[in-house]
């Protein structure tokens, strides 16, 4: 019997074997088209060794050294990197080792950026419903998701968080009222209290692909300067060019204080993470205390880093973020076209190759054909990553359908007829 505490006890897993492209394969030979990329990891695409070999050849030379002591080439070029596409703003970038860690690090480096320019009542962080961020407990305290934080409700920070009602799925227009309410929910709150707003460019797992009408990404970053609340774009999920961008905010003028990045950052070669502060962050720092307090032992690994830097290489070399917005629209016709087909699907939303479908819900079983779905497809050889939830509510159905940037022609082809089949046979076992 498997010693590993599984994520599902109940469940059997299949064996993970290797990986080339789009397609995974387990030990019994069955292969799988990625059609999420795992959780919307892999943007370069499984088995490159060029990434491996760059990971080998930092762990061989030194593979950790202490942050407190040391920094690394690796860490140096990555930062360059990121802050070299975020130009003419300077940024700087920090290190971790996932999304979580990214925003428990952004919440403090808020809450020190305050406390450094004298602002000490500042400490509070806003986030939407239907968010999120992460599953450590600051971070799901942030998170607008019941389902993820119900269990834990009573661990939940709830003086430090606060939620607000985002932009509206049902009416994605400049009518909708989300900045009025914003503005009222930050005055109710004592805006001497709040240090920080986080929100994520596109809707991840709480709200597969919604994309806010535009103007309302400007509309937040307004009422943040208006009073001195630090912003936050959260773009673990939508940074390193999954929606065909390198960042997703770039779509809109706004420049945040802080982002957050992760997954795609080093496309699942090795775990990394990263907050990248605007200089006046850096600077309220470096003359303030001259110390930021906080830090993980794996902070800024240097193998993870090199994973990273060979990453961004990759995409640049071969123009990845091109290839991602056209196969994108390619998508979403296709699943335009799916729409027409399908019962099941009640709408299309997304941006570049992050793409979600809004399902039917059966009522009373919140994410339940979401699940069925997605596993279903797995079952069929096709992976897609199911979501639930929205607004103050665990209802809603939604799944992502995002595959790795280099997805070809014949393979966006050859996943929209996979998804075809398992919509068809969900929609037969549900009668929906
Ligand atoms: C938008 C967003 N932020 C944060 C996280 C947390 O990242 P991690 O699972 O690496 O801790 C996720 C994970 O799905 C995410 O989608």
Redesign the pocket.
Known sequence: MSKVFYRSPVKTYPVISHGRGVFLWDTEGREYLDGSSG??VVNIGHGRTEVAEAMAEQASRVAFAHTARFTSEAQERLGELIARRLEPERYFTYLVS??????ETAIKLARQYHLERGKTSKFKVMARWA??????LG?LGASGHLARRRPYAPLLADQAFVHFEGAIPHQADSSCLCLEHLEARIQQENPDTVSALIL?VVG??ALSGFVPHPGYLKGVEQLCRRYDILFIV?????GMGRTGAWWAHRAEDVRPDMM?L??GLASGYS?L?AVVAHETVWDAIRQGSGSFAHGFTFSGNPVSAAAGVKVMEIMESEDLLRRGQEQGRVLAQELERLKEQSPLIEGVRGRGLMQGLVLKSVPGRAGAVAQQLGDDAFQHGLIIYPGSGSSHTTEGDHVLVAPPLTVSRDEMTELCERLAASLSRVQERLSL
């Open positions: 959780a919307l996932g999304g979580g860690e990214a925003t968010s999120y961020h992460g599953n450590t971070a994520e991840g797992s959260d773009e673990v999920m939508t957050t992760a997954k775990p993470g």
